[in-house]
C-alpha cells in the first residue's frame, strides 16, 4: 500500500524558544494536547532525546474511549528539528522555523488505514491550532 503523506501548518506569535518548551514539556503537552473540547491528554511521558520514547495518553472526558499515543523519537535538533517513528511505524517529522518574533510550525505525517486523508488532517491540524491557541494566550 502506498504511503500518504499529510501536511499542516501554522505560525504561532512566540518564540521559537518559547515554542520548543510549549511542545515537547510535558505540563504543557497536557494543557493543549487535543483536537476537541471533550477530549484530554491526561498523563504524558516525554523524553525529547535522540532514541528517547514518548507516551501521550488520550481520551474523551467522560471516560468512554482512549488510546495511548506513543513513539520513538528518531532525530532531535532542539528549537528546529524533530523526526518520531509511532508505534506503528508512521513517521512523523515536525519543523520550526524563526520568522521574527514568531515561529512557523510545519508537521508532515504518514497516514493511517482506518480514517481517511481528510479526517486525520483535521484532527491533527485541530490539535495543531489548539496548541497555537494555548501558546498565544498565556
Given at each position: 500500500m502506498e504511503k500518504i503523506s499529510?501536511?499542516?501548518e501554522t505560525l504561532v506569535g512566540a518564540s521559537v524558544d518559547e515554542v520548543w518548551d510549549y511542545?515537547?514539556?510535558?505540563?504543557?503537552?497536557?494543557?493543549?494536547n487535543t483536537a476537541i473540547d471533550t477530549w484530554h491528554s491526561p498523563r504524558v511521558e516525554n523524553?525529547?532525546?535522540?532514541g528517547g520514547k514518548f507516551n501521550i495518553?488520550?481520551?474523551?472526558?467522560?471516560?468512554s474511549f482512549g488510546f495511548d499515543f506513543c513513539g520513538t523519537y528518531d532525530i532531535v535538533v532542539p528549537n528546529e528539528y524533530l523526526e518520531y517513528t509511532l508505534e506503528d511505524g508512521r513517521k512523523?517529522?515536525?519543523?520550526?522555523?524563526?520568522?521574527?518574533p514568531n515561529?512557523?510550525?510545519?508537521?508532515?505525517?504518514e497516514?493511517?488505514?482506518e480514517n481517511s486523508p481528510e479526517v486525520q488532517q483535521e484532527g491533527w491540524q485541530?490539535?495543531?491550532?489548539?496548541?497555537?491557541k494555548y501558546v498565544e494566550n498565556l
Open positions: 499529510i501536511n499542516i511542545w515537547t514539556l510535558p505540563e504543557h503537552i497536557v494543557q493543549w523524553d525529547v532525546t535522540e495518553r488520550m481520551e474523551a472526558k467522560d471516560g512523523v517529522k515536525v519543523i520550526f522555523t524563526e520568522l521574527g515561529t512557523h510550525i510545519e508537521q508532515e505525517f497516514a493511517e488505514s485541530a490539535i495543531l491550532d489548539n496548541f497555537k
